[in-house]
Every structure is written in structure tokens, then in C-alpha cells.
T-cell receptor
Framework: TQLLEQSPQFLSIQEGENLTVYCNSS?????LQWYRQEPGEGPVLLVT?????EVKKLKRLTFQFGDARKDSSLHITAAQPGDTGLYLC????????????FGKGTHLIIQP | DAGVTQSPTHLIKTRGQQVTLRCSPK?????VSWYQQALGQGPQFIFQ???????QRGNFPDRFSGHQFPNYSSELNVNALLLGDSALYLC?????????????FGSGTRLTVV
């Protein structure tokens, strides 16, 4: 059973377009993290959201945590080829000793 | 500032064999977690080590075992390898009580079982 569902699984858009990636769950998480992974590398942390309704911005990336702390979204404005990669959301339960629960990821390709 | 170091980077083993993967955590981190990432999937939590003890374990059989050393480095051992064990194995380090700061991942060990 996949506790975190990400959509879409694959997305290919042109440079300059906007996009939103969704991460949904029936479980409540104490916090949620977004990672970006490039081929042959491990995931790299982008952001951690903790409070329900929280919005965090990282340059052209906007992250939102749902009010009930069950879902999250990542919005990219004016996508660039350098944004290409696998975007993973990961939920944290409790103090984190249970590790991260990852979604399957969204494969994003930004074409020049 | 060295991040997480994993070795080896690639490994080919035969079904039934045993394998040991190694991880050195980021400087200052005291906790090591291991993840298995199958092709096209997100990473799955195997277990986490803190103070040289297994703190928590995911849904993996006993063929998967680990160890953490006094210098916080860690090993992942897999016995009786199956074809389905072929995957990227990721090590992630963190602070035991600083999960909000996130995990630092290594580049992984690509294990192929033939």
C-alpha cells in the first residue's frame, strides 16, 4: 500500500510554463519534506513543511502543506531546463525514527 | 564539507550470495538510515540506526541486517540475495532529534543480482 500518492507520475512541458505536482495521503504526518533527485544521485532536500496550511517559497518553487497535514503541493513558476528531475515527497511521522515514507515521485522534464 | 559517502558505487552479485554495503555519514550527524529504491519507484525505508542500535525497521525481511559503529558509520548486509533485491541502496544521515533539518543522502550503491 502506497501511503503517499504523487501526481502526475510523468510531466514534460516547455521552458517558461508553470506546473503543479501533488502529494496526497489518507494519513496525517507531523511534517512533510520535498526532495529532488537526479539520475545517479541521491535525493536532495528542498524544503520541510511542518504546520498545516504552511506555504514556503524557494525562488520559483512554492510548497504548500494541507490544513489537515495529509497532503502537499509543489508549484513551479516559469520552469527551466535545470528543474528537470525526479521530485519526491516524503512524510515524517512522530519524531522521525520510523524513517521517511516516500511517494513514487514525479518525473519532470523541462524542454528548452 | 564531506557529505554522505557510500561504497561501493556499483556491485554485481549472484543469486544466493551475501553482500555488505558501507556508509559514512555527514560530519556531525549521529543517525544513519538505509533505503531501497527500485527502478522508477520512490525509496523505501529499510531501517535506522542510532547509538549503534536499530531504532526502527521498515517492512523488510530478516535477510536485511545492519550495524552502526562508534564513529557513526554503518553497514547494510543482505543475505541469500534474490533477483528482486536488485535496486539502488541509499544511505541517509541525520541528527537523531533534528528530523526537521532533513536527511542528507549519499549517491547510493547500485546492486545488480544475476
Amino acid at each position: 500500500t502506497q501511503l503517499l500518492e504523487q501526481s502526475p507520475q510523468f510531466l514534460s512541458i516547455q521552458e517558461g510554463e508553470n506546473l503543479t505536482v501533488y502529494c496526497n495521503s489518507s494519513s496525517v504526518f507531523s511534517s512533510l519534506q520535498w526532495y529532488r533527485q537526479e539520475p545517479g544521485e541521491g535525493p536532495v532536500l528542498l524544503v520541510t513543511v511542518v504546520t498545516g496550511g504552511e506555504v514556503k517559497k524557494l525562488k520559483r518553487l512554492t510548497f504548500q502543506f494541507g490544513d489537515a497535514r495529509k497532503d502537499s503541493s509543489l508549484h513551479i513558476t516559469a520552469a527551466q531546463p535545470g528543474d528537470t528531475g525526479l521530485y519526491l515527497c516524503a512524510g515524517v511521522k512522530g519524531g522521525g525514527a520510523d524513517g521517511l515514507t516516500f511517494g513514487k515521485g514525479t518525473h519532470l522534464i523541462i524542454q528548452p | 564539507d564531506a557529505g554522505v559517502t557510500q561504497s561501493p558505487t556499483h556491485l554485481i552479485k549472484t543469486r544466493g550470495q551475501q553482500v555488505t554495503l558501507r556508509c559514512s555519514p555527514k560530519s556531525g550527524h549521529d543517525t544513519v538510515s538505509w533505503y531501497q529504491q527500485a527502478l522508477g519507484q520512490g525509496p523505501q525505508f529499510i531501517f535506522q540506526y542510532y547509538e549503534e542500535e536499530e531504532r526502527q525497521r521498515g517492512n523488510f525481511p530478516d535477510r536485511f541486517s545492519g550495524h552502526q559503529f562508534p564513529n557513526y558509520s554503518s553497514e547494510l548486509n543482505v543475505n541469500a540475495l534474490l533477483l528482486g533485491d536488485s535496486a539502488l541502496y541509499l544511505c541517509a544521515s541525520s541528527l537523531a532529534f533534528g528530523v526537521l533539518a532533513g536527511y542528507t543522502f549519499g549517491s547510493g550503491t547500485r546492486l545488480t543480482v544475476v
